[in-house]
């Protein structure tokens, strides 16, 4: 498949994604403030609010007051509320899909030093691969609440699946084809803590998970790559900020074990702070194994386009940014569109 071919591929899912995304943000702004008020689902609900707010900065305008007056408990929610579902105001039902992550549409992401040998403990690739530095990055990360409320009126136990695909798309030499595919279902709860911490922060959820991530490779020598996570997330959350702490231990190792030293590499937890900026998002996650120096950091930055769109910028640099590449170091610099809901 020739480059032109790919990049077309590429653009046409892009465009999909916009002309889907679009239909829903061509309403008048003053009509929109009744229909977000009957919108059920909490994070599609915030979302058409923020639409709408986007319009309510002139000095002459009381839009902001009829939407209080439309959803005062809503307009009172805060973000990490209305994402985990946290009170009786934001709380919504089983079995209703939402996003997880960010999903992503990156037709550009740019590597210093693509993985071309990967190897582990357990083996190492037969051949070299003939990567280029300039391929595709495709994400899809989906929820649903599977038990509302098991004990009492808190906590939510929730079902998760993400998906990294890495496409050299522009690899026409090799057929372009899809360099590395990352699987992650998991099942966890979240719990309501709601502990002041100052005047400004609060200590607002916990959630208890059990994750598994693999590549799908099988026991292909020197590429397969396979682990198991339980895992605790704290959640805090301030002024317009967000920080989530991640700690985390492996478990029900397999054997034989494709990549025993993955800890070495990606530690036993990370950091997530998501700061918003009116509509803008600026995300920062960092991981760090202070016994062998190994670990990343990445930044993201988000932009509104229309509705839940979003352009997309990020910076990676370190171990780990797949599977694959778990013991393998290197930046990369990415380039494309992102779409999640608030």
Same mark, same amino acid.
């Given at each position: 498949?020739?480059?032109?071919?790919?990049?077309?591929?590429?653009? *046409?899912?892009?465009?999909?994604?916009?002309?889907?995304?679009?239909?829903?943000? !061509?309403?008048? $702004? +003053?009509?929109?403030?009744?229909?977000?008020?009957?919108?059920? !689902?909490?994070?599609?609900? =915030?979302?058409?609010?923020?639409?709408?707010?986007? #319009?309510?900065?002139?000095?002459?305008?009381?839009?902001?007051?009829?939407?209080?007056?439309?959803?005062?408990?809503?307009? +009172?929610?805060?973000?990490?509320?209305?994402?985990?579902?946290?009170?009786?105001?934001?709380?919504?039902?089983?079995?209703?899909?939402?996003?997880?992550?960010?999903?992503?549409?990156?037709?550009?992401? $740019?590597?210093?030093?693509?993985? +071309?040998?990967?190897?582990?403990?357990?083996?190492?690739?037969?051949?070299?691969?003939?990567?280029?530095?300039?391929?595709?990055?495709f994400r899809l990360s989906l929820r649903t609440k599977a038990w509302d409320n098991p004990f009492g009126d808190n906590g939510d136990v929730w079902l998760a699946y993400t998906q990294n695909a890495y496409w050299q798309s522009y690899n026409s030499a090799e057929s372009s084809p899809f360099r590395e595919t990352n699987y992650r279902p998991e099942v966890f709860s979240v719990w309501r803590v709601g502990?002041?911490?100052?005047?400004?922060?609060?200590?607002?959820?916990?959630?208890?998970?059990? %994750?598994?991530?693999?590549? @799908?490779? /099988?026991?292909?020598?020197? &590429?397969?790559?396979?682990? #198991?996570?339980?895992?605790?997330?704290?959640?805090?959350?301030?002024?317009?900020?967000?920080?989530?702490?991640?700690?985390?231990?492996?478990? =029900?190792?397999? !054997?034989?074990?494709?990549?025993?030293? &993955?800890?070495?590499?990606? @530690?036993?937890? !990370?950091?997530?702070?998501?700061?918003? *900026?009116?509509?803008?998002?600026?995300?920062?996650?960092?991981?760090? #194994?202070?016994?062998?120096? +190994? @670990? %990343?950091?990445? &930044?993201?930055?988000?932009?509104?386009?229309? /509705?839940? =769109?979003?352009?997309?910028?990020?910076?990676?640099?370190?171990?780990?940014?797949? =599977?694959?590449?778990? #013991?393998?170091?290197?930046?990369?610099?990415?380039?494309?569109?992102? %779409?999640?809901?608030?």
């Amino acid at each position: 498949m020739g480059n032109a071919c790919c990049l077309r591929l590429v653009l *046409l899912a892009v465009g999909l994604l916009v002309f889907a995304v679009a239909q829903a943000g !061509d309403e008048d $702004w +003053k009509a929109r403030i009744a229909e977000c008020a009957e919108v059920r !689902d909490p994070e599609l609900r =915030l979302a058409c609010f923020d639409r709408v707010s986007a #319009n309510m900065r002139a000095p002459d305008s009381d839009a902001g007051t009829r939407l209080a007056q439309e959803s005062p408990a809503l307009a +009172k929610a805060s973000r990490m509320n209305l994402f985990w579902e946290l009170d009786d105001d934001t709380h919504s039902g089983r079995g209703r899909v939402r996003s997880f992550q960010p999903l992503l549409a990156v037709p550009a992401r $740019w590597s210093s030093a693509p993985n +071309k040998r990967p190897g582990s403990p357990s083996g190492e690739a037969i051949d070299r691969f003939p990567l280029d530095s300039v391929e595709a990055h495709f994400r899809l990360s989906l929820r649903t609440k599977a038990w509302d409320n098991p004990f009492g009126d808190n906590g939510d136990v929730w079902l998760a699946y993400t998906q990294n695909a890495y496409w050299q798309s522009y690899n026409s030499a090799e057929s372009s084809p899809f360099r590395e595919t990352n699987y992650r279902p998991e099942v966890f709860s979240v719990w309501r803590v709601g502990v002041p911490l100052s005047e400004r922060w609060s200590w607002r959820m916990l959630s208890l998970g059990l %994750m598994h991530e693999s590549n @799908g490779r /099988g026991s292909v020598l020197g &590429i397969s790559r396979s682990w #198991n996570r339980l895992y605790a997330n704290f959640g805090f959350e301030g002024p317009n900020t967000e920080v989530y702490l991640r700690p985390w231990v492996r478990v =029900l190792r397999e !054997d034989p074990d494709d990549n025993p030293d &993955i800890e070495d590499f990606l @530690g036993y937890g !990370d950091v997530q702070i998501i700061h918003h *900026l009116n509509s803008q998002r600026i995300d920062l996650t960092a991981r760090w #194994n202070p016994s062998t120096g +190994k @670990g %990343m950091a990445r &930044i993201g930055y988000h932009f509104p386009l229309v /509705g839940d =769109l979003h352009g997309f910028l990020s910076v990676f640099s370190g171990y780990g940014e797949s =599977l694959l590449d778990y #013991n393998h170091s290197q930046t990369t610099v990415s380039a494309g569109i992102s %779409m999640f809901q608030f």
